[in-house]
């Protein structure tokens, strides 16, 4: 995976497949994000993933009546057709990760975000913890420098990882998961 879209694409994709088949009842469920339930944790994906498309062109209605996999389905097709537009992606916004292009920020931290709460989802209500393995390996590549950054903005404190850890579980230890 070499681009930003093909990254995006592979990201979503794999957090609809754990997010599709549940059920009302699952998204009462703790999730590993303390004081989330799985609902609010789908909540603050589907509300990242808007948040970042409305910073360019027009901001797509919200429909706060649709279920939870409408909703993702409208938010990450409006940031996929905005990261694809030759003008909207390369347009320069501001985040709290400093001054990017639209494509820059959706490939520097919508992914990691999306590719983490994935793994969260999963965790909570029981699905497939397994994350791709190239998007696991661009996220700590990526995220890994931005440590200090990543914890004045309430990422949770990092866990040790145990000695032979394999890729994804190091970088769910550096995000403060306990795999």
Known sequence: MSSTLERYDAAV???????????PSDF?????CEGWTAGELVDHTIGAVTLVAGLVGDR??????????ER??????????????????TTVVESPFG?????????????????????DLARA????????EELVAHTYEHMSP???VLREHGFAKKV????????????????????
């Open 125 to 132: 209500t029981g699905g497939d913890e397994q994350l791709d």
């Open 28 to 32: 009462a469920r703790p999730s590993p």
């Open 60 to 69: 797509a209605p919200a429909d706060t009546t649709a279920s939870f996999t």
């Open 146 to 148: 931005l440590d200090d």
């Open 13 to 23: 994709s794999d957090f609809r497949r754990r997010l599709e088949p549940l059920a």
């Open 99 to 119: 001054t990017l292009a639209l494509k820059q920020l959706v490939s520097s931290i919508v992914v990691h975000d999306v590719l983490v709460h994935t793994w």
């Open 72 to 89: 993702y389905d409208r938010a990450t097709r409006d940031l996929r057709a905005k990261v694809a537009d030759p003008v909207l992606g």
């Open 160 to 179: 040790d990882a145990p000695d032979g850890a394999d890729a994804q579980t190091r970088l769910l230890c550096f995000l403060g998961r306990r795999p």
